[in-house]
Nanobody, 125 residues
Framework: QVQVVESGGGSVQPGGSLRLSCTVS????????IGWFRQAPGKEREGIAC???????QYLDSVEGRFTISKERDKNSIHLQMNSLKPEDTAMYYC???????????????????WGQGTQVTVSS
């Protein structure tokens, strides 16, 4: 059974940084991809980044250049480094796993079968 656990959320001022982490268990090391999603109150859950088991990343346009997704070598730990945070980045952030690569539909919540419980990120002055 695949299990996903996020950590690292919190509150930060605009322009600040946060690093989210995601630990995945129950997957084969060389056959999974992790997506990071976020959902603000009253809005749809949106995919912001995905990384395949070989380390190839994908990003939502609005976060590319500010957010970096990375995978620890030989470990099932994935991180999302978020820099230059803006108030509009405020949301609940979720990590999700799929037993394949990041596909053309990596940004769709329907591409993932296992989800974490979420971690809150608040950007406010």
């Amino acid at each position: 059974q695949v299990q996903v656990v996020e950590s690292g959320g919190g509150s930060v001022q605009p322009g600040g940084s946060l690093r989210l982490s995601c630990t995945v268990s129950g997957v084969t090391y060389d056959n999974f991809a992790i997506g990071w999603f976020r959902q603000a109150p009253g809005k749809e859950r949106e995919g912001i980044a995905c990384i395949s088991f070989d380390g190839t990343p994908q990003y939502l346009d609005s976060v590319e250049g500010r957010f970096t997704i990375s995978k620890e070598r030989d470990k099932n730990s994935i991180h999302l480094q978020m820099n230059s945070l803006k108030p509009e980045d405020t949301a609940m952030y979720y990590c999700a796993a799929t037993t394949s690569r990041c596909t053309d539909a990596w940004y769709s919540k329907f591409s993932y079968g296992s989800w974490g419980q979420g971690t809150q990120v608040t950007v406010s002055s």
